[in-house]
């Protein structure tokens, strides 16, 4: 049964919005409607991508989508996220557009199969799915408020995302269906777990870059001939720089002036009353004796039932006998989420358990328990701890949420006016005269900064320097939004980009051409050491000679590290396919170069085969169902093209994926 628990705190707020946000992101095609008719035969107009079976994959789906995406992308970045977000977005835009016309395809067939999703399994995909740590953390429902609220917040309501799980569980039993039929030998896992456990042990030589680079001492001549060489790299390379002066209009300074009125808080209320209409709720325990499920056949096992009856009319009369209903729940209840809580359920709303719950412990009066009552789960006894009607906060409850919004709404449209007022004093009589004339601002005259460059007392602010770095040289003042408030500037002067000299940019040259020169030197070294040691048949010689090191490596697996070498996945791989005695050929990893001679293998045992075989079956196996299902969905969406069931926009896809062309570039 689906158990429910209303928890508070911002913490927790935050962390489930954040997960939600995952889950979100994920589902846009279910989410976000359709665009204007479903015409199958029609071709896709303007502002629709494809059509698909008629549905309609609109403009807003793709951008929405490859957002989410990007997001999700983005968050590895950490401070740079919001930089890098718009960069994402693009990157992802046609892959969102071939995940929504794959998904739709896929919905389409599973309609056609006759596949459904009930909505039982839509509450256990929500309980015990991968949605359950956002709504039911440790078990126990978030409770319908939050629920509600956290929907909301992305711009759902639960019809719209319980419509959009049934999709996914749709979608999940079509790749069930399609990928059944896999399955592996016991040759292939004996052979793919011998491939990912045997382990080796080897002697290494290592040629390190820096050593080299340490030795290297160019001429000014071959610095001179390097900088000629790569004048392209060079050309324009100081970039575009701009001057000017400018005045903050900062919200933390305002804000202490700004009042909020009893006046705006009850205008704010009245604008948003549905937010704050509490349904009609119960607060009940329970305790749940569980009954068999069905088995493969379909038919359950009667007298499990029975049994399961039999146990909760005993813990029933109990009750009716005295007994404290929390310590039954604790030692009986096989809810386990709120049996430890004595039963307690904590309250619930309409429409989000069984219905024969449902029906009990809405009709019961406070304080009551009831007989029992049977589900789907099992065999109930209901006790109702507390009732609540629908109602409406009053503004006294909720005036502590409402007050911080609209007080950083004035804030900004104080900052705003202010800074709307000084730029026209600015365009009339000149930016200094209007500063000199304004109380709490001060202007400042910036140096050189770049676009890249961070401009005193505005930190990170984007719209500001595209408004900088568009004006054109001696227009009036402007005004721009910043992380803080706003700015009015003028653009004083521009540098155009440049080209630095060889005396300008020496260290850099030299930096480059070392660079390079030892890559290729530690190329040239590395093969030579290899050639000698297969020659001589002795690494250890060849290294001496070389001026290499000489480590012994202890046993390692293929997915393991070694120091000087790194990850054993790239191209130390080899000493995997090596037989002892072997010596490699050059194998580099960047800064360093190496040469393997391999000293021993270590094959697995049988009993670590017994222990992994069955992981190791179902990676193959997952692997495989990948593969079937992939190519199930490419075959599909090439069947579903070449009948014209899939239409896809090309005026709208270049639009999108390549948004230069809609400036005319």
């Known amino acids: 049964m689906i158990r429910f628990l209303q928890t508070e705190g911002p ?19 279910t989410l976000i409607p359709g665009g204007l008719g479903n015409d199958l035969m029609g071709a896709p107009g303007k502002g629709i991508v494809a059509k698909v079976s008629g549905e309609d994959i609109t ?13 999700q992308q983005a968050q590895q970045y950490g401070k740079n996220a919001s930089m890098l977000l718009p960069f994402l977005i693009q990157q992802d835009t046609k892959r969102a557009v071939d995940q929504l016309i794959d998904r739709q395809a896929l919905l ?78 016991e040759a292939a896992i004996r052979q793919e777990f011998n491939k990912q456990n045997v382990k080796v042990k080897f002697d290494y030589a290592v040629l390190k870059q820096d050593d080299i680079k340490k030795g290297l001492h160019p001429a000014t001549e071959e610095l001179k001939a390097y900088y000629d060489s790569h004048q392209k790299s060079y050309a324009n390379s100081v970039p575009e720089k701009r001057k000017l002066k400018y005045v903050v209009l900062d919200t933390g300074k305002i804000q202490n002036g700004v009042q909020v009125t009893h006046d705006d808080l009850q205008a704010y ?16 325990s329970h305790i749940l004796i569980k009954t068999p499920l069905a088995g493969p056949d379909g038919k359950v096992d009667e007298k499990g039932v029975a049994d399961a009856q039999k146990r909760a009319e005993d813990l029933l009369k109990q009750l009716k006998a005295g007994a404290k209903f929390e310590d039954l729940a604790k030692k009986n209840s096989e809810d386990t989420g709120s049996a430890k809580e004595g039963g307690s359920l904590g ?11 449902e029906k009990a412990a809405f009709s019961l009066p406070k304080g009551q328990m009831s007989d029992l009552v049977k589900s789907s789960y099992g065999f109930h006894i209901i006790r109702v701890d507390d009732k609540q009607d629908a109602h409406m906060k009053t503004l006294d409850e909720v005036k502590g949420e409402i007050e911080p919004v609209l007080k950083q709404q004035k804030t900004r449209d104080a900052a705003q006016k202010q800074a709307e007022e000084l730029l026209q004093q600015a365009k009339a009589k000149g930016l200094d005269a209007a500063v000199a004339g304004a109380k709490g601002v001060s202007l400042v ?22 408004a900088v770095f568009t004006a054109a040289e001696k227009s009036p003042p402007e005004m721009a939004a910043t992380s803080q408030g706003f700015a009015v500037f003028q653009l004083l002067a521009v540098k155009p980009p440049v080209t630095p000299t060889f005396e300008e940019i020496r260290e850099r040259v030299e930096t480059e051409f070392k660079n ?62 090596m037989k002892p005695g072997d010596i490699s050929g050059p194998i580099n990893n960047g800064a360093d170069g190496a040469v393997i001679s391999l000293l021993e293998v270590q094959a697995p045992t049988d009993a670590d085969f017994a222990a992994k075989s069955d992981q190791i079956r179902e990676q193959l196996l997952q692997s495989q169902r990948q593969e079937l299902f992939g190519l199930y969905v490419n075959n599909l969406r090439t069947q579903m093209e070449k009948s014209g069931k899939i239409k896809i926009n090309q005026d709208e896809l270049k639009t999108l994926t390549h948004p230069q062309n809609e400036s005319g570039a």
């Open 347 to 357: 309250w619930i709303g309409k429409g989000r358990t069984v219905p024969e719950f």
């Open 108 to 185: 389409t067939e599973a309609q056609h199969l006759g596949l459904k999703a009930t909505a039982e399994e839509v509450k256990d995909e929500l309980q015990h799915g991968q949605y359950s740590s956002v709504f039911f953390p440790g078990g126990t429902f978030i409770g319908e408020a939050e629920y509600q609220g956290l929907l909301a917040q992305h711009n759902f309501t639960p019809a719209m995302f319980e419509d959009s799980v049934a999709k996914q569980i749709l979608i999940a039993k079509m790749q069930a269906l399609i990928t059944g039929s896999a399955s592996v030998g």
């Open 445 to 466: 005259t910036s140096d050189f900064f770049s676009r890249k460059d961070v401009v005193p007392g505005l930190g990170p602010a984007p719209q500001f320097m595209d």
């Open 11 to 29: 913490i927790k707020k935050i962390v489930l919005s954040g997960l939600l946000l995952l889950i979100c992101g994920a589902m846009a095609i």
């Open 59 to 71: 403009t807003l789906q793709v951008r929405q989508t490859a957002h989410d995406m990007a997001e």
């Open 516 to 577: 390079e020169r030892s890559g290729v030197l530690l190329s040239q070294k590395t093969q030579e050491l290899s050639d000698r040691a297969k020659t001589e048949h002795d690494l250890k010689k060849a290294a001496k000679e070389l001026g290499a090191t000489v480590k012994t490596s202890d046993f390692v697996l293929p997915d393991g590290q070694v120091p000087d070498i790194s990850s054993m996945s790239g191209e130390a791989a080899v000493a995997f396919s």
């Open 269 to 284: 209320y009245n604008a948003h009353r549905d937010q704050y209409r509490v349904a009609e709720q119960v607060k009940v």
